[in-house]
């Protein structure tokens, strides 16, 4: 996580990326799960990314020392919000058909930590208990204070549901419009173009 930024900012093509850590469990936990890592790529064309994958020195060695790789391919749909002032994505107005992948990201406020953890940790539990997610991490660039979960559904009605009609949710989000938890935030949702196991390859 030290060292690959400094390669990834040379990447031709590459016009955005985080590496980052991941949390225990399925979505938002305070402790990490340090054996997994996250690493978020923008890329300016499909023929930039496909030149980086197969010629490209870092993702050999991140294949190397990674004892498994899980790819998620994406195309920005629709959201809204930031990424540390950048809004990295270019979205889309053709309705999602199949799968749909989500990124939510928050910026928490130091004064609204503790408050915060404890009020998510409730909502994440319900997680556990929806079919139609299949896959959820938690993930960030700091501990605490940079949190960002990424999910994969099997189609929007299923996000719809927890996110507008769930009950803890409901209360959490009204919460945070409130008190003004987070300093920035961004909520994304993408089509799934590809989902890989292994070093990741071009698709069409």
């Known amino acids: 996580m030290g060292l690959a930024p400094e390669q990834l900012h040379e990447l031709e093509g590459l016009d955005f990326f985080r590496m980052m850590g ?20 923008v890329w300016k064309d499909k023929e930039s990314a496909e030149l980086a994958l197969k010629g490209e020195a870092i993702f050999q060695q991140l294949e190397a020392r990674s004892s498994g790789i899980r790819s998620f391919w994406l195309r920005a749909h629709r959201g809204k919000g930031a990424w540390k ?5 270019v979205l889309d107005t053709e309705p999602i058909a199949g799968k749909v992948a989500v990124i939510t990201r928050a910026r928490i406020k130091w004064h609204w930590m503790p408050y915060f953890w404890l009020r998510v940790r409730k909502v994440s539990r319900q997680l556990r208990g929806i079919s139609e997610l299949e896959f959820s991490k938690g993930i960030g660039e700091w501990p605490l204070i940079e949190q960002a979960t990424f999910s994969l559904w099997t189609n929007e009605s299923a ?23 987070y300093s920035e935030e961004m909520f994304m ?16």
């Open 189 to 204: 949702r993408f089509h799934l173009l590809a989902e890989q196991n292994g070093a990741p390859v071009p698709v069409s």
């Open 85 to 89: 002032g950048d809004q990295p994505f």
């Open 22 to 41: 991941t949390g225990a469990g399925m979505g938002f936990r305070p402790w990490p799960d340090t054996g997994t890592y996250a690493l978020l790529t």
């Open 159 to 181: 996000i719809d549901a927890y996110a507008y009609r769930g009950k803890r949710h409901r209360k959490v989000v009204k919460a945070t419009r409130k008190t003004g938890w």
